[in-house]
């Protein structure tokens, strides 16, 4: 009887979970959306592919946090504030918004950690970000201190130089800004990201550690 109770307990889990929307699939990048229960706010997830680009230089882009303005959507400059291990960052990161909006909105910045994992050989690396417990310092003037959730981008290395690209986040904003504002500004972000990521991978100019 247990054994009934906790199997249907689970499939009752499984069934409520909220599931991935598609958005968009635009220019080989597939963009998808789902809302996070009990905050208002949406999961947002990209997915893309990228072929005859260097595995070792997007792991720069995407480990660096002084690259990241070259790839993330909407990042005016980002700079490592500690590094906790070798495969861990304590980041600052400023976000500049849109026009559009700016002028009603403020920009948004974050404090959050970026934890490495590496995986199959060496063949996967997914980055972690967290604002978590090192959010607390004071946000500056220009800006609304935000929160990253549950956010990550894998790179995984292929046969035939394919690389796929996974890039997911739940961004909360804070601040007063109605959630029609945060739905549009978001679910765009793993598109640009993902897109100007594949184009940054192709510029040599980016040195590889």
Request: glycine fraction near 4%; charged fraction near 30%.
């Amino acid at each position: 009887m247990h054994i009934i109770l906790i199997a249907l307990s689970v499939a009752f889990t499984t069934n409520t979970e909220p599931k991935w929307e598609l958005i968009d699939n635009q220019d080989g990048i597939t963009t998808y959306k789902r809302s996070v229960p009990n905050s208002g706010l949406f999961a947002f997830r990209g997915e893309a592919e990228v072929r005859g680009v260097d595995f070792h230089r997007l792991l720069t882009l995407v480990a660096k946090p002084k690259y990241h303005p070259r790839w993330m959507d909407m990042c005016y400059m980002s700079k490592e504030l500690k590094r906790p291990s070798p495969l861990e960052r304590v980041c600052y990161t400023r976000f500049e918004l849109p026009s559009v909006i700016s002028w009603v909105v403020d920009d948004r910045d974050f404090v959050y950690n970026i934890r490495g994992e590496v995986k199959d050989n060496g063949n996967t690396f997914r980055a972690h970000f967290n604002s978590g417990s090192v959010n607390r310092s004071r946000p500056d003037k220009c800006c609304v201190r935000g929160l990253l959730k549950d956010a990550f981008i894998e790179l995984k290395r292929h046969r035939y130089g394919r690389i796929s690209m996974v890039l997911e986040a739940v961004i909360d904003p804070k601040g007063l800004v109605p959630q029609w504002v945060v739905y549009f500004v978001q679910k765009h972000w793993p598109f640009k990201s993902l897109r100007d990521l594949r184009k940054a991978a192709r510029d040599k100019s980016v040195v590889i550690d």
